[in-house]
C-alpha cells in the first residue's frame, strides 16, 4: 500500500493539513493515537494574535494570517460536511483588574496601534456597558475587534471529515512506532504491526511529537499542560472574550463559558487537578462575579506542545528528506492551524511556502545543538 503523504497526528493541525493536502490532490493518510490529553480537545478556540504575540515581528505575521483564514475555512467546512466549527467574530477585552494590569495592557494597546492595528479604549463604564456581568472593579479594557474564536474539536472533526470524503484515509487508535529509513531518506512509516510507503511524512503530533527518536536530533517538544474550566449558565452572560492577567473568560452560544487556563510542567499527565480548578474559579469570582452561582459543568485539560523559544516547528527536519514537522504551536494550535496546513502544503506540494519559515524551521534548534 502507498500513500503521497502520512500525517502523524489527527488533532487540529493534522485534521488542516489533510484536508488541504487532500484539496490539492495529495493522497494522505492520518494515523492518530487518540492518547488522552490531546491538545485541541482542551482548547477554548480562542483566535486572539495580538494578546498572543509580544511585538510584531514572524510569529504576529502567521498568527494574523491563520486568523484571516479561519472565516473562510469555516465557512468551507460547513458547506462540505454540514458542521458548524463555532467561528464567531465575537471580539476581545483585554482587561485592567489594577493599576499594574492598566499599564501593561495600555502599553501593549500602544504598540498594536503603533503597528497599525485599530484597537479602541474602554474606560469602566463602557466596560460595564459592554459587559455588565463583569467586575465593578475593572479598570478598564482595550477592545479588540478582530479577535475572534472557533469551537476545536469541531474544527477538527469537518476538517477530518472533509479530507476523508476528498479522498484522505483516517485511521485513528494507531499509533505510529517509528519509520521506515533508507539512508537519510524517509520513506513511510511503522504503525501496528503494518508498514506503509508514502513519499512524505509529517510529525503533527503536538506534544508527543518529540518522541521519535530514530531520527537525530529530536523534536524538542514537550508537554505543558493547560487545565480548563467550564461553567454553564441559563443564558450567556458574556458578549466578547474576555482576557487579564489572571486568565480568560470565553463563552459559547449553549451558554457554556469556558475557563482557563493553566500552564504547568508536569510531563504526560492529562488529568485537572483539584488546585488547577481551584484557581481558575478564584480567576471567575475576579473577573465576573455572577459566575459564582453558574453549574459546574465540567473541567478539562489538554498537553500543549512547548518548544524552547515558545515558536511553532514548520518546515523540514534537518538532515533528512522525505519528512516534515508541524508541532510545538503551544497554545496556539487552533489559531495557526490553516496556515500550518497550507504552508505544510505549499512546501510538500509545490515546493516554495507562501510565507517565509526561517522564524519556525526545525533547523535553528540544531544549529543550536551544534
Known sequence: MGSDVVVVGGGVIGACI??????????????????SGQASRASAGMLAPLSEADGPGAFLDLGMEGLRLHRPLAEELQERTGIDVGYRPTGLLRVALNETD????????SWHMAAGFSVG????????????????????????????????????????????????????????????????????VRAGGEQLECDEVVIAAGA????????????????????LVALQTVSTPLRHLIYSSGGYLSPKPDGLILVGATQEEVGFD??????????????????TPTLASAAFAHALAGLRPGSPDGLPLIGRLPGWSGIAAATGH?????????????????????????????????????????
Do not use: C
Open 18 to 35: 489533510a484536508y488541504e493536502l487532500a484539496k490539492a490532490g495529495a493522497r494522505a493518510v492520518v494515523m492518530d493515537r487518540e492518547a
Open 102 to 109: 492598566e499599564v501593561a495592557v495600555r502599553r501593549r494597546r
Open 121 to 188: 479604549w474602554l474606560d469602566p463604564a463602557r466596560v460595564h456597558d459592554a459587559e455588565p456581568a463583569l467586575s465593578r472593579d475593572i479598570r478598564g479594557a482595550a477592545y479588540y475587534s478582530q479577535e475572534h474564536q472557533v469551537s476545536p474539536p469541531l474544527l477538527a472533526q469537518a476538517a477530518l471529515r472533509a479530507a476523508a470524503d476528498l479522498g484522505a484515509v483516517v485511521r485513528m487508535g494507531l499509533n505510529v512506532e517509528g519509520f521506515l529509513i533508507s539512508g537519510s531518506r524517509v520513506h513511510g
Open 208 to 227: 508527543w511529537s518529540g518522541a521519535f527518536a530514530e531520527l537525530p536530533p529530536a523534536l524538542p517538544v514537550r508537554p505543558v499542560r493547560g487545565q
Open 270 to 287: 492529562p488529568r485537572p487537578t483539584a488546585a488547577g480548578v481551584a484557581g481558575l474559579l478564584h480567576s471567575v469570582a475576579r473577573l
Open 330 to 370: 503551544f497554545r496556539n494550535g487552533v489559531l495557526l492551524a490553516p496556515i500550518t496546513a497550507h504552508l505544510i502544503t505549499d512546501l510538500l506540494l509545490r515546493g516554495r511556502p507562501r510565507l517565509p519559515l526561517e522564524a519556525f524551521d526545525p533547523a535553528r534548534f540544531a544549529v543550536r545543538a551544534a
